[in-house]
């Protein structure tokens, strides 16, 4: 059974920094690209950042650029993202997706597990 666990949310000062984590298990965690999605309240999904299957190649949104950073341990099947000079707009639940295929880039994106997510509140 595939799990996704996200840990390391918070309530946090504006231009603080936060790192979540989210441990997965029941699949081979090196060979699928995970990306992190965010959903402010009242808002719908906003995807964060993508990093490879061997974490060779990452990307952002525009909003993160500089202030986010994803990585991963493939010994420790653990996906984190490194949250910097956080503003009170990075407010929202951030869940971990895992890439719906395995190996390098097909041209398109899709996401079949989920974790349950994590909560980060950005407030002075």
């Known amino acids: 059974e595939v799990q996704l666990v996200e840990s390391g949310g918070g309530l946090v000062q504006p231009g603080g920094s936060l790192r979540l984590s989210c441990a997965a298990s029941?699949?081979?965690?090196?060979?699928?690209?995970m990306s992190w999605v965010r959903q402010a309240p009242g808002k719908g999904l906003e995807w964060v950042s993508a990093?490879?299957?061997?974490?060779?190649?990452?990307v952002y949104a525009e909003s993160m650029k500089g202030r986010f950073t994803i990585s991963r341990d493939n010994v420790k099947n653990t996906l984190y993202l490194q949250m910097n000079s956080l503003k009170t707009d990075d407010t929202a639940v951030y869940y971990c997706?895992?890439?719906?295929?395995?190996?390098?880039?097909?041209?398109?994106?899709?996401?079949?597990?989920w974790g349950q997510g994590t909560q980060v509140t950005v407030s002075s």
């Open positions: 997706a895992k890439r719906a295929y395995s190996g390098n880039w097909k041209g398109w994106e899709a996401y079949d597990y």
């Open positions: 029941g699949f081979t965690f090196d060979d699928y690209a």
């Open positions: 990093i490879s299957w061997n974490g060779g190649i990452t």
